[in-house]
């Protein structure tokens, strides 16, 4: 189990969003929180191109792999393929909502058969070493989330799984849309409470509206771990304060101006290999969210990042219109 694991705070897959590059740019944020793939369906792994769907900077790490799946044979050979890799641990995915993952019968309607849940995490613990974990919803549908939380967190942790992140709301997988799904049932953090209090030596994880470093702080009074999703994507500046929260380290001043090398670097590199730069930039927009010149820094990376031919020195360009002395004046 990863009960006294380092991971306490991560940030939440996201598809289309937590990619390579945005894992990257988060990763030059925080060094310390756990980071997450978008899910990538077991039979893309097994069959497409690898180094594609599951290349990463070896920076990235401690980054995990999430999979897409209903199949325990498939799924326990992607898992074995993404240990190959480097990844630091596999995550099945039983919440995502969304229509294409209903039609190839993996993601949030696999709260409906717990059974076969287990089933698959059972195959992916004995096909790898790293940790294996689950990340669900509360309930789908008009399940009770209280047996069906319960019955799915029974299953899935008896089968080895060494960690369990709950988004704390329901998905309705017959009347919402998926981007209704993520704000429209309403969030039931008790419920995630509950279930820690009957698997107190269990890592349970929370997700699902979290939207400052304080309110995870608040939940990691009554569960394990805090996992930042659209707060950390719209808002990345956020998790500049993570390592000092959560990890224990020294507060400091966060050096944007060194992190901006890095990623103007990265940049390059990417460019050289035939990428585009809005490729890297689309991620950054938010990050100098409530600042002096962040209209601004937002405007320059949405236009001049995405014309043909632009390099790394627009994101510099972005940079100088944030104005830090004004910041500062109004912080004092």
């Known amino acids: 189990m990863l009960k006294n694991q380092e991971h306490t705070v991560a940030v939440a897959p996201m598809m289309d969003w937590t990619d390579r590059h945005c894992r ?24 497409g191109a690898r180094e ?25 050979e992607a898992a074995r393929i993404g240990e190959a890799f480097g990844y630091d641990e596999i995550n099945l995915n039983v919440g995502c909502p969304s229509d294409r993952v209903q039609s190839g019968t993996f993601g949030a309607c696999l709260m409906k058969t717990p059974a076969l849940v287990a089933e698959c995490v059972a195959a992916m613990k004995a096909s790898v070493k790293i940790p294996v974990t689950v990340k669900c919803r509360i309930g789908v549908d008009d399940q009770d989330p209280e047996p069906a939380l319960d019955t799915l ?60 470093l304080g309110e995870a ?19 990345p500046g956020i998790l500049a304060g993570v390592d000092a929260a959560f990890y224990g380290e020294a507060a400091a001043v966060f050096d944007y101006a060194a992190l901006i090398d890095a990623m103007a670097g990265y940049a390059a590199r990417h460019i050289e290999r035939g990428g585009r730069l ?12 409530g600042l002096p010149g962040a209209r ?12 043909p031919g632009a390099g790394p020195e627009v994101l510099r360009t972005a940079f100088a219109a944030i104005d830090f002395a004004a910041a500062e004046a109004e912080a004092a």
């Open 296 to 307: 601004r820094f937002r405007q320059i990376l949405s236009t001049d990042a995405n014309k």
């Open 278 to 289: 809005g490729h890297i930039t689309r991620h950054m927009v938010g990050l100098f969210h």
């Open 24 to 47: 990257f740019f988060h990763r030059q944020l925080t060094h310390r929180a756990l980071l997450y793939t978008e899910m990538v369906v077991a039979d893309a792994v097994i069959h």
């Open 52 to 76: 594609r769907l599951l290349g990463f900077d070896d920076v990235e790490h401690p980054v995990a792999l999430q999979l897409g799946g209903s199949d325990p044979a498939k799924l326990a």
């Open 153 to 212: 967190a029974d299953g899935v942790l008896a089968a080895g799984a060494d960690a369990l992140w709950v988004h704390a709301r329901k998905a309705w997988l017959e009347g919402l849309s998926p981007k209704e799904n993520r704000d429209i049932p309403p969030l039931d953090y008790p419920r995630v409470y509950r279930l820690k209090a009957r698997k107190p030596n269990d890592f349970i994880g929370i997700n699902g509206g979290i939207q400052s």
């Open 217 to 235: 702080s608040a939940h990691l009074g009554h569960v394990d771990g805090a996992m930042l999703g659209r707060a950390a994507y719209h808002m």
